[in-house]
Each structure stands twice: as C-alpha cells, then as structure tokens.
C-alpha cells in the first residue's frame, strides 16, 4: 500500500467523488493509459501509465506535442491508483486536485524495452501509446532535479517529448489543443463542471461498498470502456440532452 500513501494522504474522501487508492492486480502484458485534463488553479494534463498496479503520473503543463522538436515540462506527481482512471467530475474546490477533471485520452501503451522500471529509475523512459489522440513513440527524459544534495523531497522534472515517426507532426506543435472534448462522454470542461451527473460512481465506495461490485459487473464495464469512440459520442449526446 505504500506506493499510494500519498495519494491517500492528500484526499478527504468523505468529501471529494474521486476514488480512494487500491493497488491494481497487473492485467496480462497490455498496460493502459490516460491523460486526464485537469482545470485546476492552472489548466493541465495528467499523464498516467499503468506500471506495477499504479498509474505513474506526471501532470503535463501544456496540451502534448506531436512536434519532436517541442518539449513538454511533465511534472511527476504521486502514483495514482488504476481505479482513477475512468475518473472524470468536478474535485470540489479546497480539496487536493480542486477543479473539473476531463478523460482526455485513453488506450494502451508498451515500453521501448524489457525493463520499464529501470528506465524509468534511470530517468530516461521511452514507450508507444495507442490511444484515442496519442499515438506512437514518445520519450519522457528527467531533469536534472533543482533540489539536488538537500534533504527535503525534491518534485521531479521530467520532458514529455514525441519521437519521430509517422504521427509526428513536425512544425505543428499546438495540433493536439483543438481536442477539448472528452473521449468517455464527448462532453467539454465546461459540461462536465455543470453536469449534474458524475462519471464515476465512487459514492458507493464511501458507503462502505467498495466490494460490492461483482467480477462480471467488471467485466462489463471494462467492456463498455472499450467502446468505440462513435458509440461513445453518440451514447454522450443521449445523455446531454
Ligand atoms: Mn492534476
């Protein structure tokens, strides 16, 4: 459980609808990600892939860039639990991560050799996505950390970088900021934060429910989660209307 003590830490769950921190069972070879934008005190992207039963994350402080030649600065937060990731509502404000919360891309993604932790301890971490608007290679490289030779835990700083392949778009480096739209429900920040319906349904849980829900249950909602995209959007409009 160590591994997520300080998500836990940060977060009344009595208050806010995001879900309490459990560490995943690993699910075969393919290990999933999700960008989620986040429009908190500054409007960002928190990249998460999966890794060891946690979401490894880094919040992003600009929209990803297909232009290798565009550097992102991703900052590396507290691994975050699997569960989070279907999470998209509104963080109340006061509470650790206070603002709205957009699935903004999902899919899966493979790293770039056998030992992925090694890479990743060794701050140079290349892998392909395959999801809904990330796709191919891309390379997170850490700074040197500021804090260096002090005592006090320093905040990482890592670059989010595309490699040069076939979904590069070199000289184009704002491609991906015209994507405002959720990828689970097709709905905008703006809709999310005035929805009076929320996405993930961790109510439950804090009523002591949290085992309730049945391995069939799961399975079906891990079959709903891959969804195509038309399915998803048309499914989206029903429920705006
Ligand atoms: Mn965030």
Redesign the pocket.
Same mark, same amino acid.
């Given at each position: 459980m160590a591994r997520l003590t300080d998500y836990n830490r940060k977060r009344n769950f009595g208050v806010t609808s995001e879900p309490p921190g459990r560490i995943a069972k690993a699910v075969g070879k393919a290990r999933r990600f999700v960008i989620?934008r +986040?429009d #908190?005190t500054r409007l +960002?992207y928190?990249l998460r892939l999966e890794l060891d039963g946690v979401y490894k994350s880094w #919040?992003v402080t600009k929209v990803p860039s297909l232009d290798p030649a565009t550097k992102r600065l991703a900052v590396e =937060?507290e691994d975050h639990p699997i569960d989070y990731g279907t999470f998209e509502g509104t963080i109340p404000e006061g509470e650790y991560?206070g603002g709205t =919360?957009q699935l903004w891309d999902r899919g899966k993604w493979l790293p770039q050799s056998a030992t992925p932790e090694k890479d990743l301890a060794k701050g140079n971490f290349k892998f392909v996505m395959d999801g809904e608007r990330m796709k191919g290679g891309w390379a997170l490289i850490r700074l040197r950390d500021r804090d260096e030779g002090r005592k006090r835990n320093p905040r990482h700083n890592w670059l989010l970088i595309k490699e040069t392949d076939d979904y590069a778009r070199p000289g184009d480096p704002e491609a991906l900021a015209s994507e405002t739209t959720s990828v689970k429900t097709g709905r905008t920040l703006d809709q999310i934060a005035g929805g009076s319906h929320k996405v993930w349904h961790s109510n439950r849980a804090a009523k002591g429910d949290a085992t309730a829900k049945s391995p069939a249950k799961r399975k079906a909602s891990a079959k709903s989660a891959r969804a195509t995209p038309s399915s998803v959007k048309s499914k989206a409009k029903k429920k705006l209307r």
């Open positions: 989620q +986040h #908190a +960002h928190d #919040a =937060v991560g =919360v």
